[in-house]
């Protein structure tokens, strides 16, 4: 795997998924990268801080925009797991991401199923990178979640 590809970013934001699969976290991970540097990781945390909204987007947005003072992210790449809810792609709409990379499609809550115009009009999506890997890890995580809650 290439240093600074598609790829090598899309892995750093499936690592951050895993780390939210081994807390108990449904298991989404995200990176932002700027000048082909990770300046952001974030994994989801809605269990960990009580917070519904404290998605990987979310957590990732902010860390991004903290690090470069600045509230607009356009000069920025987002390699996310999984598609972005609603709420997360209005943050990235706001935002002005420049460029996302998503991994696998939520047929169930994903912003695609809401409205395809929810990000900014600018930003570029590109989609099924790890798609299948952040899949099974998706079902794996429900799966073990059903076994301790019947």
């Known amino acids: 795997m290439e240093l600074y590809s598609h790829e090598y970013f899309i892995n750093e934001a499936f690592k951050q998924a895993k780390l939210a699969f081994e807390e108990g976290e449904v298991p989404v991970g995200a990176v932002v990268v700027s ?71 939520d047929p169930k809550r994903g912003y695609l199923q809401c409205n395809s115009q929810m990000l900014h009009p600018k930003t570029k999506v590109f989609t099924g990178m790890m798609a299948k890997e952040s899949e099974q890890l998706m079902l794996e995580f429900f799966k073990n979640l059903r076994k301790k809650t019947f």
């Open 35 to 105: 000048k082909n540097k990770v300046i952001a990781r974030a994994y989801n945390q809605t269990e960990k801080l009580t917070d519904v909204t404290a998605h990987a987007e979310i957590l990732a947005i902010t860390a991004a925009a903290n690090y470069l003072g600045a509230k607009y992210l356009n000069e920025c790449r987002l390699y996310v797991t999984l598609e972005p809810c609603p709420m997360c792609a209005g943050a990235l709409y706001w935002a002005q991401l420049g460029e996302l990379y998503l991994g696998a499609s």
